[in-house]
């Protein structure tokens, strides 16, 4: 029954009342109840129904659409990944859907639902900042439509992921903070709910224990991570704050750092001579930045082309990737002047 496509009449059945009603209910017409409409919109809910958007004549079993949900638009990762994405898709002869949840939960599940009634034929997902659970994803699970999440994910059997292997690139650039002299390396990330910031937070941290360095809770500084709207000062200023002030510094974002690094600046701190600084991602500003930034270099058109060939090549049951619990992209670190307090 779960594979079983719901309709209206259904509904109806379920309900003890006329597939009109209910086809009404659902187009929120106002001749019927606003009891009778919260009762047809909950059942569907609960039987996993999809409004049809096409014409029923046209109803096709496959839609060639793929649904991309990401966190924001605006980010160079994200842009990049999404170019990787559609060219994989073109080729293909898929069209891709694409959404943002601007970093809100509850901007994801309305995605989510959007991607449902919209009849794609997969969805691959980067989740929010504050997301904890994918209860709103579990319809497409439970229909059996193949969701991938990617960068930012959530370890469930059904759904692969497409990472890089954040631990093992965050122990390499906090090592390279200690080869070049640092003994008290602060440490600027996300929420650690995320895999990602979580993730790198531990590799951070084990660098520190595996070199004789003590970690203490005034070296982590949790922020939102976005440039856009002003934080970035707040985090300069805690770093400013900390007595005596670190002489390393690992911000997890390239832009954040940027932004960072300029207060710092701002406030007669020289950079790497004060303190030594890296960064994550690889962005073009990471190379603009005076001095440039050390950083990690995320293959992000890479992991676009991946996450979309490996749910093209399901639907298409060239492989199977529910065979596949994570791909695992190869990530490199970048050695520039912002870091190098004794040279290379």
């Keep these: 029954m779960k594979n079983k496509e719901i309709t209206i009449y259904d509904i109806a059945k379920a309900l003890d009342i006329s597939p009109a009603t209910v086809s009404r209910g659902l187009r929120d017409h106002p001749a019927i109840s606003r009891?009778?409409?919260?009762?047809?919109?909950?059942?569907?809910?609960?039987?996993?129904y999809r409004s049809n958007t096409f014409a029923s004549s046209l109803r096709l079993k496959r839609t060639n659409t793929i649904g991309v949900i990401v966190h924001r638009l605006d980010s160079y990762f994200v842009a990049t990944v999404l170019a990787g994405m559609e060219k994989v898709a073109?080729?293909?002869g898929y069209n891709l859907i694409i959404s943002q949840s601007l970093e809100s939960t509850a901007k994801e599940i309305a995605n989510a639902n959007t991607m449902f009634n919209s009849r794609v034929d997969g969805v691959m997902a980067s989740l929010a900042y504050d997301t904890e659970d994918?209860?709103?994803?579990?319809?497409?699970?439970?229909k059996k439509i193949p969701l991938l999440f990617f960068d930012r994910v959530y370890k469930h059997k059904d759904c692969p992921n497409v990472v890089i292997d954040n631990f093992?690139?965050?122990?390499?650039?906090?090592?390279?903070?200690?080869?070049?002299?640092?003994?008290?390396?602060?440490?600027?990330?996300?929420?650690?709910?995320?895999?990602?910031?979580?993730?790198?937070?531990?590799?951070y941290k084990k660098?520190?224990?595996?070199?004789?360095?003590?970690?203490?809770?005034?070296?982590?500084?949790?922020?939102?991570?976005?440039?856009?709207i002003g934080p970035n000062v707040d985090a300069a200023k805690q770093i400013l704050a900390i007595k005596p002030m670190p002489d390393g510094a690992f911000i997890t974002n390239d832009a954040f750092a940027a932004y960072c690094m300029r207060q710092l600046k701002l406030a007669g701190i020289n950079i790497p001579k004060d303190i030594a600084i890296a960064g994550f991602n690889n962005d073009p500003i990471s190379?603009?930045?005076?001095?440039?930034?050390?950083?990690?270099?995320?293959?992000?058109?890479?992991?676009?082309?991946?996450?979309?060939?490996?749910?093209?090549?399901?639907?298409?049951?060239?492989?199977?990737?529910?065979l596949t619990e994570s791909i695992v992209l190869k990530s490199e670190m970048i050695i520039r002047e912002s870091s190098l307090k004794r040279g290379l």
Excluded: W
């Design 207 to 228: 660098a520190l224990l595996d070199n004789g360095l003590k970690y203490t809770d005034d070296l982590l500084i949790i922020n939102y991570m976005d440039e856009h």
């Design 35 to 48: 009891k009778t409409k919260k009762r047809i919109a909950d059942i569907a809910k609960a039987m996993g």
């Design 287 to 322: 190379g603009l930045v005076d001095p440039n930034l050390t950083t990690i270099n995320y293959p992000s058109y890479e992991m676009g082309e991946v996450a979309a060939r490996t749910l093209i090549n399901h639907l298409r049951e060239v492989t199977d990737m529910m």
């Design 134 to 142: 994918i209860s709103h994803f579990e319809v497409f699970i439970e």
């Design 168 to 203: 093992k690139a965050a122990y390499q650039i906090t090592s390279h903070l200690i080869e070049q002299g640092c003994k008290k390396i602060v440490h600027v990330t996300g929420n650690l709910n995320r895999n990602v910031y979580s993730e790198r937070f531990n590799g």
């Design 90 to 92: 073109s080729e293909a």
